[in-house]
T-cell receptor, first 111, second 113 residues
Framework: GENVEQHPSTLSVQEGDSAVIKCTYSDSASNYFPWYKQELGKRPQLIIDIRSNVGEKKDQRIAVTLNKTAKHFSLHITETQPEDSAVYFCAARWNDYKLSFGAGTTVTVRA | NAGVTQTPKFQVLKTGQSMTLQCAQDMNHEYMSWYRQDPGMGLRLIHYSVGAGITDQGEVPNGYNVSRSTTEDFPLRLLSAAPSQTSVYFC????????????FGPGTRLTVL
């Protein structure tokens, strides 16, 4: 199976600053790495994903980087806004169907 | 499309009671799965199905049963509820194939007393 570790568990940033969340995975066969955002009391929703044949992907203020050699991937949020406050989960897929999730990072953006 | 739906939204059970959490999707997705979410532990896979009539165990299957008689529905049964099963349960679905977005239902918050 796959083991995904996520750090930090909590992150507090000033509005306008950047936030970075890091994850490591154990199975070199993993080939798909999504990031989910979960607001309080809501379902997880996909915000960005990256495939193993790509090193970086960007979508407006969010970006994800992947280092296959080191088996780690990161989420970067720039120019943070209060609506970015949520729990963020990384995940790794190591077959066609099974996703293994990190434990989550609670991000608080201070106004 | 309603997407992935779950019922009930909230449920309180007594230890030893049984119940079924319902999950349905109207996107003709082949793959469906059940996760439980506990504080500080992320989402853990309970059971999954790759198509009607096919189910398999995830990371934490003990105490739960599933069946998949149709493409649309994937109910999760708690056989004899225990306080350790207090959690938020999410159903999810995706198209078949290697790399596709997984869609989550709204969740069921279960408390076992």
């Amino acid at each position: 199976g796959e083991n995904v570790e996520q750090h930090p568990s909590t992150l507090s940033v000033q509005e306008g600053d950047s936030a970075v969340i890091k994850c490591t995975y154990s199975d070199s066969a993993s080939n798909y790495f999504p990031w989910y955002k979960q607001e309080l009391g809501k379902r997880p929703q996909l915000i960005i994903d990256i495939r193993s044949n790509v090193g970086e992907k960007k979508d407006q203020r969010i970006a994800v980087t992947l280092n296959k050699t080191a088996k780690h991937f990161s989420l970067h949020i720039t120019e943070t806004q209060p609506e970015d406050s949520a729990v963020y989960f990384c995940a790794a897929r190591w077959n066609d169907y099974k996703l293994s999730f990190g434990a989550g990072t609670t991000v608080t953006v201070r106004a | 499309n309603a997407g992935v739906t779950q019922t009930p939204k909230f449920q309180v059970l007594k230890t030893g009671q049984s119940m079924t959490l319902q999950c349905a999707q109207d996107m003709n997705h082949e793959y469906m799965s059940w996760y439980r979410q506990d504080p500080g532990m992320g989402l853990r896979l309970i059971h999954y199905s790759v198509g009607a009539g096919i189910t398999d165990q995830g990371e934490v299957p003990n105490g739960y049963n599933v069946s998949r008689s149709t493409t649309e529905d994937f109910p999760l049964r708690l056989l004899s509820a225990a306080p350790s099963q207090t959690s938020v349960y999410f159903c999810a679905s995706k198209l078949g194939g290697k790399i596709n977005e997984q869609f989550f239902g709204p969740g069921t918050r279960l408390t076992v007393l």
